[in-house]
């Protein structure tokens, strides 16, 4: 069993920066383990933002956070980072992140409970 914990969120004026971590706990590694976030705003469907691979030779993002948003991996540490960087009012929302086999919209085994982001205008 593998659990994940995100924390980092908090609130953030416009153009502002957050990095949010998602630790991993348990016997398993978060190393055998894509790893990806996601967002959901009240009112609205759940995002995928970003994920990274296992060899962390690939990583994926939506068009909405490319060239802010910044997926990295810890592996002393069991941890998986997003950077976030100039912030929007937009990118209000609860922030989780999951582990699966594939970077892929749905269909992964693990989830965090979520950290909230506020980006104050």
């Known amino acids: 069993q593998l659990q994940l914990v995100e924390s980092g969120g908090g609130l953030v004026q416009s153009g502002g920066s957050l990095r949010l971590s998602c630790l991993g706990s348990?016997?398993?590694?978060?190393?055998?383990?894509?790893i990806a976030w996601f967002r959901q705003a009240p009112g609205k469907g759940r995002e995928r933002l970003s994920c990274?691979?296992?060899?962390?030779?690939?990583?994926y993002y939506a068009d909405s956070v490319k060239g802010r948003f910044t997926v990295s991996r810890d592996r002393a540490k069991n941890t998986v980072y997003l950077q976030m960087n100039n912030l929007k009012p937009e990118d209000t929302a609860e922030y989780y992140c999951?582990?699966?086999?594939?970077?892929?919209?749905?269909?992964?085994?693990?989830w965090g409970k979520g950290t909230q982001v506020t980006v104050s205008s």
């Open positions: 348990g016997p398993i590694t978060l190393d055998l383990y894509v």
């Open positions: 990274i691979t296992r060899s962390d030779g690939d990583t």
């Open positions: 999951a582990a699966g086999l594939v970077c892929r919209e749905a269909g992964y085994d693990y």
